[in-house]
């Protein structure tokens, strides 16, 4: 069983830093051989890919929109992945998930699943 919780959300002023972790609930499964992502969600919007990370953290996605902005990184010691979200600007504004990718493309939302019940970020102008 794959049970993720995201927290570090919050509000704050464009151009301000948040940190998000994702933390694997229990040890009902070897967090370290999972691709964990980072999806978002804004108001009237449908679910976005912001970054993904490979199972030892080597390897990392981002969306366009957020290279140079967001860093995703991992410590599968502790079994949580940390969303660095820097720069943030209004238009960054939504609940942030973090998922599994069990088997699909790294950008696709589709390939993610057990998602967690999201942290709000809210970036005021």
């Known amino acids: 069983q794959v049970q993720l919780v995201e927290s570090g959300g919050g509000l704050v002023q464009a151009g301000a830093s948040l940190r998000l972790s994702c933390a694997a609930a229990?040890?009902?499964?070897?967090?370290?051989?999972?691709?964990v992502g980072w999806i978002r969600q804004a108001p009237g919007k449908e679910r976005e890919f912001v970054a993904a990370?490979?199972?030892?953290?080597?390897?990392?996605y981002y969306a366009d929109s957020m290279k140079g902005r967001f860093t995703i990184f991992r410590d599968n010691a502790k079994r949580t992945v940390y969303l660095q979200m820097n720069s943030l600007k209004p238009e960054d504004t939504a609940v942030y998930y973090c998922?599994?990718?069990?088997?699909?493309?790294?950008?696709?939302?589709?390939?993610?699943?057990?998602w967690g019940q999201g942290t709000q970020v809210t970036v005021s102008s």
């Open positions: 998922a599994v990718n069990l088997g699909g493309g790294h950008y696709l939302v589709n390939s993610y699943r057990h």
């Open positions: 229990g040890d009902t499964f070897t967090f370290s051989s999972y691709y």
């Open positions: 990370s490979s199972p030892s953290g080597i390897t990392t």
